[in-house]
C-alpha cells in the first residue's frame, strides 16, 4: 500500500534533503542529484539503495503531480 501525504512518517522534504521552503527548481535539482546516486546501475548489489530509489522516484511523483503542487 502506498503512503499518501500525511503528518506522520518521514518528510517528503527531507528525503529530498531540502528546506520546506524550496521551489520547484530546487526540488527537481535535489531530485536529480539524489536519484543519480542512489540508481541502482549505480549500486548493484545494494537493497538499501534499490529501497531509497524507490522512495525518491515516490516522493517525486507526488510533488509533480499537477494536483498537487503547489503544496
Known sequence: MERKNSIVGESLYRVLDIDKKSDQD????????????????????????????????????IFFDEDNWPF
Not at 546516486?37 to 515516490?58: I, S, T, Y
Open 26 to 61: 530546487q526540488i527537481k535539482k535535489a531530485y536529480r542529484k539524489k536519484a543519480l546516486r542512489l540508481h541502482p546501475d549505480k549500486n548493484p548489489g545494494n537493497p538499501e539503495a534499490a529501497e531509497q530509489f524507490k522512495e525518491v522516484n515516490r516522493v517525486r511523483r
